[in-house]
């Protein structure tokens, strides 16, 4: 079936570095995605990998695929407050996209 | 370019009203989404919509839950009757096809009292 899972807490103090880790069960899905929700807000789309990379880098984020474990990874370089959200992993699986139930990021000085 | 418009931002309803909800998706979006997003937890597909036929509804409680996109444009999205548990946050989104990345509104928050 389609799953996919997330550690719900991560605190890191500011300037480190966030690594958000997720497990998905499709192998077959085509493209993973990083979202982040700030409060009250929507759904914002970070970045997202296609299956056939390994490695994807954005400024300070960089998206890691490892296909046989199925593991996905963003890391956040030099996380400021503005980072404090929660990110969702999700899969495109089956014609749709499903979520994982997020990780909320929180910042300590 | 305009992003994808949801309205009413919120509504508070009593238990067995009637609700509906609409989403206009970015201009030239084939793929239209529902998903409830129930606090604490992730997004979950309700319908998806391919043009304005259905592709998956497998999610969505067809007994109070129903959903519609005739012109293949607009979407609403109606509850009756609406039951405690169905308050949650109801996020559109829409993308140029399937497989590609989807643009979400901000979202109705829906309390049902």
């Known amino acids: 079936g389609e799953d996919v899972e997330q550690s719900l807490f991560l605190s890191v103090r500011e300037g480190d570095s966030s690594v958000i880790n997720c497990t998905y069960t499709?192998?077959?899905?085509?493209?993973l995605y990083w979202y982040k929700q700030e409060p009250g807000a929507g759904l914002q789309l970070l970045t997202y990998?296609?299956?056939?990379?390994d490695m994807k880098q954005d400024q300070r984020l960089t998206v890691l695929l490892n296909k046989k474990d199925k593991h996905l990874s963003l890391r956040i370089a030099d996380t400021q407050t503005g980072d404090s959200a929660i990110y969702f992993c999700?899969?495109?699986?089956?014609?749709?996209?499903?979520f994982g139930s997020g990780t909320r990021l929180s910042i300590r000085p | 370019e305009a992003g994808v418009a949801q309205s009413p931002r919120y509504k508070i309803i009593e238990k067995r009203q009637s609700v509906a909800f609409w989403c206009n998706p970015i201009?030239?979006?084939?793929?239209l989404y529902w998903y409830q997003q129930i606090l604490g937890q992730g997004p979950k597909l309700l319908i998806q919509?391919?043009?304005?036929?259905?592709?998956?509804d497998s999610q969505l409680p067809k007994d109070r839950f129903s959903a519609e996109r005739l012109k293949g444009v607009d979407s609403t999205l109606k509850i009756q009757p609406a039951k405690l548990e169905d308050s949650a946050v109801y996020l559109c989104?829409?993308?140029?096809?399937?497989?590609?990345?989807?643009?979400f509104g901000q979202g109705t928050r829906l309390t049902v009292v």
């Open positions: 999700a899969e495109f699986s089956s014609a749709k996209i499903i």
């Open positions: 919509f391919q043009n304005n036929g259905v592709v998956d």
């Open positions: 499709d192998s077959s899905s085509t493209y």
């Open positions: 990998i296609f299956s056939n990379m």
């Open positions: 989104a829409s993308s140029t096809d399937l497989n590609t990345e989807a643009f």
């Open positions: 201009s030239g979006h084939a793929t």
